[in-house]
């Protein structure tokens, strides 16, 4: 059992409770346990609320799944619309796509890349990295980088309405469209629509550019504080091509450990089973998943941009396969494993979604208006998977003859993270916290190292809200000692 | 106003409507351009008036527009307030009684339920939804009965008996325990006469009775009231016919 999972006694100790935590998608808390010398025993990250969309799905036609279960997340959407709908290609029996299917397919998927991880970056982290973890708590938010950084806040704002245009002509709306259907697409892409895209593109690959300079300054302000912040090393998971490149709508999985050697490549992601196994805790709603071979404690793994740029021999294309190398080389030959890296190489997405978006705007299959795979036989059972962007993401259906799903499996991207998020907390509970008094600009470090993960947490349960955050400190007797709230 | 106009047109709030002797005052009313709300209403079948959606007040007294008769010189109250504030309860009414969830539904923008509720701006249910157990029936091959969605317009049951000629489908049970049955040995809708070229698979106003395998292959956009609210399809809504889809074209999504 990993170290501060489980206090060896835990009513002796104080309870410190940041809930929910802010500035994330979803609701979640962390609770740590402290003695009277401030030592912390226990950190844990809890999901507190369950959905059931697994349940709920069943008995639902496939045809509707890929549009229902998008209504997980709102930041997201089109991650679980496809892989829904590559799961349900394979029910409803459709061969290969089209070329002009997959490639739009991919286009809605990148522009999705781009406006969520814009909307992480700039609206929800830039506000720590920009203003100080521990800065005036009432202005640590994106109103505020606008006030001290206007130009980077608005670069934000457009680079995600950026995204959702992208998506939207695709999908036929910003949030929860219907473009991807069982066999293809449902929508042609027109002239115009494509030269608008055309029009901006590279305006966003030089603003993504300018992001990635930014951090790579910051981070040469005070490289001892960012290499080692949540340092948690971890085994590494994503989806490749053959030739080893990231893949963030189709290829096979891939994981690394720590030092970035093999533990498996190429398995075929409808066989996740035979590699992955989920394991129930009491305290959490959240599954822990983790690699079968390696068993819980030493199988846990990592998902998202920080893993997967990692695991990748390299990106396809040739800005972000530099900005890849240039943060890569700050290991001397090994991963970085710093939490906070997570924000680098969630830029260096960015970049690799936009040049992926101007090579699609310039390919003349997008345009074509055939959009429809050819009909063959019926299948039971099929499994999606797609790089969604906080990680790989599972969806696992069986359905009956009579067209009702039966089976619904869903493993998202923050459940994957799961225990590496724990670790992560711990880390910073046990370089920060430990021995201190308890302050609220503390209590954000640790919303920081949950930050850099982007968990969707409405995702990983199923939630849905929005979170005030009140940290209630409970003295040995269980009695309230003090209480801080923030809206 | 001359003796000859009067005798053959009513007035719908303050406008002159022609009318052909035999027209209800709703099919008068649509073939002058002039919207009344409706849901049980199709002009390819026999009036029904149980939605009540169409309500009126003619000459002081409440009626429904799809069963009354056009009358000379009548007096017709229909886009008032209070009316369509009723509509609205009505609304409301039906959609907390059944289990009415438009985001992960083919029907989105085809409903006609959705679009009188856009329409009417109604913004919130207003009632406790009843969330009530309602089957599925998805033993036909082609058809998928859910009537979670169904809002007992009746629809299926006339076009069914009327243009089919086979009697598929009735309503059974009284008051809240009123719901669709379907006339076969076991009561399913995969053992009964139902095919998919009915015309009842296709005049459903909601999405309780959908053609399998067809998700969402219309796009967002080009759906029948996206581009126009419903109170603006007036044409649409007095000529339209039940589109029969032939059963090559479904296989072919």
Known sequence: MSQLETAAHPETLRRVAIDPVTRVEGHGKVTLLLDQDNKIHQVRLHIVEFRGFEVFIEGRPYWEVPVTVQRLCGICPVSHQLAAVKAMDQIAGYGPLTPTAEKLRRLMHYGQMVQSHAVHFYHLASPDLLLGFDSDFTRRNIVGVALDFPEIAKQGVLLRKYGQEVIRHVAGKRVHGTGAIPGGVNKALTVAERDEMARDIEQMIGWTQGAIDMVRRLHETNPGFYNVFGESAGNMMGLMRPDGALDFYHGALRAVDPLGQTIFDQVDYADYQQVLQEEIKPWSYMKFPHIKSLGADKGWYKVGPLARVQAATYLATPLAEIERQKMMALGNGKPVHGTLFYHWARLVEILHAAEMIRDLLNDPDILGTDLMADRGERRFEAVGVIEAPRGTLFHHYRVNEDDQVTYCNLIVSTTNNNQAMNEAIRTVARQYLDGREVTEGLLNHIECAIRAYDPCLSCATHALGKMPLTVEVIDADGQLASSLSKA | ?253
């Open chain 2, 1 to 253: 106003m001359s003796e000859t106009s009067n005798a053959n047109s009513f007035s719908i709030d303050g406008q002159r409507i022609p009318f052909t002797p035999g027209q209800t005052i709703l099919q008068a009313a649509l073939a002058a351009g002039v919207y009344i709300p409706h849901l049980c209403h199709h002009p390819e079948l026999k009036p029904h008036g149980s939605c009540k959606l169409c309500t009126v007040i003619v000459n002081g007294r409440n009626g429904s527009a799809c069963t009354q008769m056009a009358m000379p010189g009548i007096e017709v109250e229909n886009n008032s307030p209070t009316l369509n504030d009723r509509r609205r309860v009505l609304l409301q009414m039906l959609f907390v009684e059944g289990n009415h969830f438009c985001p992960g539904c083919e029907k989105s923008g085809n409903c006609q339920l959705q679009a009188l509720a856009y329409d009417l701006e109604m913004l919130a249910p207003h009632f406790r939804h009843a969330y009530p157990v309602r089957p599925i029936d998805t033993t036909h091959p082609d058809v998928w009965l859910d009537l979670n969605r169904c809002i007992m317009c009746e629809l299926c049951v006339r076009a069914s008996r009327d243009i089919d000629g086979k009697n598929v489908f009735a309503l059974a049970g009284r008051g809240v325990d009123s719901h669709i049955v379907v006339n076969s040995p076991s009561g399913r809708l995969g053992d009964s006469a139902l095919s998919i070229d009915d015309a009842a698979v296709h005049v459903c106003p909601v999405g309780a009775i959908m053609v399998k395998r067809v998700g969402y292959a219309v796009p967002i956009g080009e759906r029948q009231f996206d581009e126009q609210p419903i109170s603006r399809q007036v044409d649409y809504l007095a000529t339209r016919h039940i589109p029969i889809v032939p059963v090559a074209a479904t296989e072919e999504r």
